[in-house]
């Protein structure tokens, strides 16, 4: 069993439609998928009806940004109701934060000496309802401003760089909650990739574990190195978290990130299952 739960379609911001991303994944002999695109549960019916044809389980899940003292921190969930209000409402918040922080980064973008227009944006972002950063750097390559998305974001598009702008995301400690009363299984995605260990200390993870039920974290990512994921380990051990692995793929937005790179223990994939189903979710 090959199983990748953490990926992304043109929904957000990777490059493959669902149905492409899922057409991909039975090439690369991955049995089961999960689709997480970043706050929008929008990719789902599609990737459904082409895993039918495919010969390829779709659990359905999403990335949802959250926040915690201010740092980013994304959240998974797996098996939610995708009509359960309070969580739709939320996202629908975070994404409303997604295009408005828009004309801030265009303006440091023409400061920086790299003009761009919001059509030119928008040629990017397609048909997803959840505008990135990596639409933005999209969009500044295509210019010739830099090779790639990778360049754009080392160089100008970091969190706290240049050209960044904050959004609002969702407390993470309601995010977890929202999760759980969606009838989903919540899981903090790469939770020590790119210096988030400062923030998501073990005691943090202590807390959110005992006091809102947190059920899981990501330990083999591509943003792990060896000792994150060996010292992660040990901590969700202690904890009694599931420990997932997944790719986190982009397309050719992270090239770094193919399908099914890292990959999810069968045993742990079953036991997200039955509590998906034990609480009334939807897989
Ligand atoms: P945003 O959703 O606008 O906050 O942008 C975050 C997204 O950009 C992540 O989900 C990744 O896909 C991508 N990203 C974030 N940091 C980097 C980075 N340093 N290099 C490449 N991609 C990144
Ligand atoms: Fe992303
Ligand atoms: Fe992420
Ligand atoms: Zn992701």
Redo the contacts with the bound molecule.
């Keep these: 069993m090959r199983i990748d739960l953490h990926t ?1 379609s043109s929904v ?2 990777g490059t493959d439609t669902p149905t492409q991303l899922v057409r991909k994944a039975a090439e690369a002999g991955v049995d089961v998928l999960g689709l997480t695109d ?2 929008t549960f929008d990719g789902l019916r599609e990737a459904r009806l082409a895993a039918e044809s495919a010969g390829v389980l779709v659990l359905p899940g999403i ?1 949802m ?1 959250c926040q915690l003292d201010g740092a ?1 921190v ?1 959240l998974l969930g797996y098996g939610c109701d995708p009509h359960f209000e309070a969580l739709l409402d939320e996202l629908a918040r975070v994404r409303v934060g ?1 295009s408005g922080r828009l004309p801030e980064m265009l303006a440091k973008l023409a400061g920086l000496g790299m003009p761009l227009t919001e059509t030119e944006i928008a040629e990017q972002v397609g048909a997803s309802p ?8 999209d969009a500044m390559a295509a210019k010739g401003y830099v090779r790639d ?2 360049e ?3 160089r100008y ?3 706290g760089g240049p050209a960044y702008a904050n ?1 609002y ?1 969702c407390d993470l400690r309601r995010g977890v909650e929202l999760i759980r009363r969606a009838g989903g299984v919540p899981v903090i995605a790469h939770p020590w990739g ?1 210096g988030r260990d400062r923030e998501l200390t073990p005691a943090m993870l202590s807390e959110l574990t005992m006091e809102y039920r947190l059920e899981g974290v990501e330990v083999d990512h591509p943003d792990h190195d060896a000792d994150t994921r060996q010292r992660l380990r040990a901590l969700a051990s202690r904890l009694g978290l599931l420990t997932l692995g997944s790719s ?1 793929h ?1 397309g050719l ?2 090239t770094n990130n193919p399908l099914a790179c890292e990959t999810t223990d069968p045993d742990v994939y079953d036991e997200l299952v039955r509590r998906v189903r034990a609480r009334g979710g939807r897989l």
Aim: hydrophobic share 20%.
């Design positions: 992304h957000s911001d970043h706050d990335e940004s980013s994304h997604r959840s505008l990135g950063r990596p639409h933005v750097a998305r990778q754009a974001f080392d598009l970091y969190e959004r995301s790119r986190d982009h937005g992270k």
